[in-house]
């Protein structure tokens, strides 16, 4: 089997599950305990937060361990807004970008259902650019947060962050990215992007699914969405998921370790990959930006077919791979992203999206490419009078 679905998720690597291991049987303290099993836990948890800083190139307070992506992205959208408002009630307004994931998008809506703000939603362009202007155009005084993903998990196009966050801090907003399908293969220096909150995910690196990081800055406050034992800061209470947050951090720095050697070799067997498909698939369709894009994501439409057809034909030669997000697989309804690109409805539902783990080679997508033009031959040919 070939796996080119690693933008859903990724197999723990093995010098992570050694590293983790630990934590899970013999230092199994609880990190708030006195004795020295507590301690033991403590000092991992420290280390897993302060090798994340080191990465992120910010202090360890500022990192909140989270069950995931999506806790992150939550919490960064709903915990900033509100902390911000509880501040100055006039701050009432979120800005997104039209191609977020469902965790940024329906944490800027519950914003707007239960405590009234409203959410400006900034267009993206045919390959999934967000303007600068267009964010210039939407700020408002009353903006209390801007939130613009560092890479899509669709068409993997990668937006100029440090010059969006830069419009931000013009108007004294704070910027949140959603870095989950970044992390791994793009820099992740947030003073460098100028973000004030950075979103990661655990297990689209190599790290178990259920372990998450948010970046916070400073005394930016996040009013908290989970209330105990005032963990983290008080900023996520729950006893710490040692094991996740040390699986995390070993994951992230390897990753890190292999950049940007690993994110050019990949970028560039995805090319040959792209090129062959748009060379031997009659309409294929290429989504996103030809070159702002991650090294890990190959995109298409392919008119004429349907999406979840060409799937189910790829796995049978062997292929895995999705017509999208996650989360939308097995959905009928054309995937949001494609359609706001400008892409008709119909042909956004022939979408099927390859994305590579740092381990592929050119063999494999070579024989993946041959796969696609079988597949998309056997379906239109199925589907023709
Ligand atoms: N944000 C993006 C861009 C993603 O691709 C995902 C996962 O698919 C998430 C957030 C959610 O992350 P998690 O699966 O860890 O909740």
New binding site residues.
């Given amino acids: 089997m070939i796996f080119l679905d690693a933008?859903?998720t990724t197999p723990v690597r093995r010098e992570v599950l050694e590293a983790m291991w630990p934590y899970l049987s013999g230092e199994f303290g609880n990190p708030s305990s006195h004795h020295s099993l507590g301690e033991a836990a403590a000092t991992a948890l420290a280390e897993a937060r302060s090798g994340v800083a080191g990465i992120l190139n910010c202090r360890a307070g500022e990192v909140t361990f989270t069950s995931?992506?999506?806790e992150a992205?939550n919490l960064a959208i709903k915990g900033i807004a509100l902390a911000r408002q509880a501040a100055d009630r006039t701050l009432n307004r979120v800005v997104i970008s039209a191609i977020e994931?469902p965790?940024v998008e329906e944490s800027a809506r519950y914003l707007e259902r239960v405590h009234g703000f409203t959410v400006d939603v900034l267009p993206v362009d045919g390959e999934g650019m967000v303007s600068v202007d267009g964010l210039r155009a939407v700020i408002r005084p009353e903006t209390a947060l801007v939130s613009v993903?560092y890479a899509n998990?669709e068409i993997g196009t990668v937006q100029p962050i440090a010059a969006l966050s830069a419009v931000a801090r013009e108007h004294g907003v704070p910027f949140h990215t959603?870095a989950?399908?970044a992390a791994g293969w793009l820099p992740l220096d947030v003073k460098a992007l100028g973000v004030d909150a950075l979103?990661i995910?655990g297990?689209?690196l190599g790290a178990p699914k259920g372990s998450?990081v948010l970046f916070t800055k400073g005394r930016l406050r996040v009013e908290p969405l989970v209330h105990g034992g005032g963990q983290e800061r008080g900023r996520r209470s729950g006893t710490e998921n040692v094991a996740g947050a040390v699986a995390l951090s070993t994951a992230l720095t390897l990753a890190n370790a292999a950049q940007p050697d690993e994110a050019a070799r990949v970028s560039a067997v995805r090319d040959h990959f792209i090129d062959q498909i748009l060379v031997t698939v009659p309409g294929a369709l290429l989504t996103g930006h030809r070159v702002q894009r991650l090294p890990s994501v190959a995109s298409f439409c392919f008119p004429g077919t349907s999406g979840e057809s060409v799937l189910l034909e790829l796995e049978r030669l062997g292929v895995v791979c999705s017509s999208g997000?996650?989360?939308a697989a097995g959905s009928d309804a054309p995937s949001p992203v494609l359609v706001a690109l400008g892409i008709a409805a119909e042909t956004a539902q022939t979408a099927v999206r390859f994305s590579f783990t740092s381990t592929i080679t050119s063999a494999e997508l070579e024989q993946a490419a041959e796969a696609v033009e079988t597949a998309v031959g056997r379906v239109r040919n199925l589907a023709a009078p």
């Fill in positions: 933008a859903a995931g992506g999506t992205d994931h965790a993903m998990n959603d989950v399908q979103s995910s297990h689209k998450g997000s996650a989360c």
